[in-house]
């Protein structure tokens, strides 16, 4: 009966471990403005957090400056510190292939929104995870309505 109980509880667990959010840190980002890709840096770590409970292409993103650049600074926040995360929810799937090396590319089309107490703000965005063998290797950004200006990162897990 004890053996039991140990196995209950080592399964909670892993499956509480199992259910948290995979976090990964940028390590490299790319800016393109009429198809030129440049390096860009950004003022402390961009953050991509997918929660596996959630809907496939679901994430968070951290990073006050990345955000508001990527806006242009359209939300019109009380608190400016709203543009600190936003969360990219209701993502439908565009198309998914895999490449030579792999590499599952799946693109979504979903809503990024910003919300803290009484700001909100919302845009629709199409991102694209970059996956092999479950680790995101890679994030692709843009406005759904501006194809001049896209963003790329490369990833690595947070420590």
Do not use: C
């Not at 968070?60 to 543009?83: C, E, P, V, W």
């Not at 198309?95 to 792999?102: F, H, L, M």
């Not at 479950?134 to 692709?140: P, R």
């Amino acid at each position: 009966m004890k053996n039991y109980y140990a196995l209950i509880l080592l399964l909670f667990f892993v499956s509480a471990n199992y259910a948290q959010s995979k976090n990964v840190i940028v390590d490299k980002a790319w800016v393109s403005e009429s198809e030129e890709w440049t390096d860009f840096q950004y003022a402390g770590k961009i953050v991509f957090s997918i929660n596996p409970n959630e809907e496939p292409g679901s994430l968070r993103i951290g990073n006050y400056d990345f955000l508001y650049d990527f806006t242009d600074g359209k939300g019109k926040f009380s608190s400016k510190a709203t543009y600190s995360s936003a969360e990219f929810s209701h993502p439908r799937k565009v198309s998914a292939s895999t490449d030579k090396q792999g590499v599952l590319n799946t693109t979504y089309e979903g809503t990024l929104v910003f919300q803290s107490d009484k700001d909100y703000y919302s845009v629709i965005a199409v991102i694209t995870i970059l996956e092999k063998n479950e680790n995101v290797l890679g994030v692709k950004m843009k406005l759904k309505d501006n194809n001049r200006k896209e963003y790329a990162f490369s990833t690595k897990p947070a420590s």
